[in-house]
T-cell receptor, first 111, second 116 residues
Framework: SQQGEEDPQALSIQEGENATMNCSYK?????LQWYRQNSGRGLVHLIL?????REKHSGRLRVTLDTSKKSSSLLITASRAADTASYFC???????????FGAGTRLTVKP | ETGVTQSPTHLIKTRGQQVTLRCSSQ?????VSWYQQALGQGPQFIFQ???????GRGNFPPRFSGLQFPNYSSELNVNALELDDSALYLC???????????????FGPGTRLTVT
């Protein structure tokens, strides 16, 4: 079963705009990770945020985590056409060794 | 590009047949996880192997089985294939579990399985 739920399911923006994707989950977690997937290919790890962290940055990416609301957001600033991909959040539940993915947000960045 | 490789890239099988998919881990990684990704969905956890032992399993029937070898490469075996087994199968290697939970996973490009 899936743990995370991304919102929105699809997002279309113009190059240069910012893109925000949200993720909600159900159980307590050790950490939350964001991954990117280009069409039909393997996933690429973007950023990991631990349960005791609230915000993390990596280049144009900014991730926040609110454990009280069981939610996270991924912000991509100054988007580029090459950012077009599906983005998934994945949670590492406190009582499991598995990683649970949501259904993803499909981001399209128009040149 | 990660150092994780998978073979074959594509595979077509008939319902009822058996299939073996292979994964070579990134150097230094002792943990391999397998996922099934149906079209338009997120990856679903099948199982994880740590130092040749199964170390967690998702909600998949016993006809999904695996192996991890001493060099940490891995196989996913699926018996009695069903049409719904058609999906992208992803393996991911990692350093396993640390004090802060699971380490980041490095995914292979996947094997696209079609069952007819």
């Amino acid at each position: 079963s899936q743990q995370g739920e991304e919102d929105p399911q699809a997002l279309s923006i113009q190059e240069g705009e910012n893109a925000t994707m949200n993720c909600s989950y159900k159980t307590s977690i050790n950490n939350l990770q964001w991954y990117r997937q280009n069409s039909g290919r393997g996933l690429v790890h973007l950023i990991l945020i631990r349960s005791n962290e609230r915000e993390k940055h990596s280049g144009r990416l900014r991730v926040t985590l609110d454990t009280s609301k069981k939610s996270s957001s991924l912000l991509i600033t100054a988007s580029r056409a090459a950012d077009t991909a599906s983005y998934f959040c994945a949670t590492d539940a406190s009582n499991n060794n598995d990683m649970r993915f949501g259904a993803g947000t499909r981001l399209t960045v128009k040149p | 590009e990660t150092g994780v490789t998978q073979s074959p890239t594509h595979l077509i099988k008939t319902r009822g047949q058996q299939v073996t998919l292979r994964c070579s881990s990134q150097s230094g990684h002792n943990t391999v996880s397998w996922y099934q990704q149906a079209l338009g969905q997120g990856p679903q956890f099948i199982f994880q192997y740590y130092r040749e032992e199964e170390n967690g399993r998702g909600n998949f029937p016993p006809r999904f089985s695996g192996l991890q070898f001493p060099n940490y490469s891995s196989e996913l075996n699926v018996n009695a294939l069903e049409l719904d087994d058609s999906a992208l199968y992803l393996c991911a290697s990692s350093l396993g579990v640390g004090a802060g939970g699971l380490y980041e996973q490095y995914f292979g490009p996947g094997t696209r399985l079609t069952v007819t």
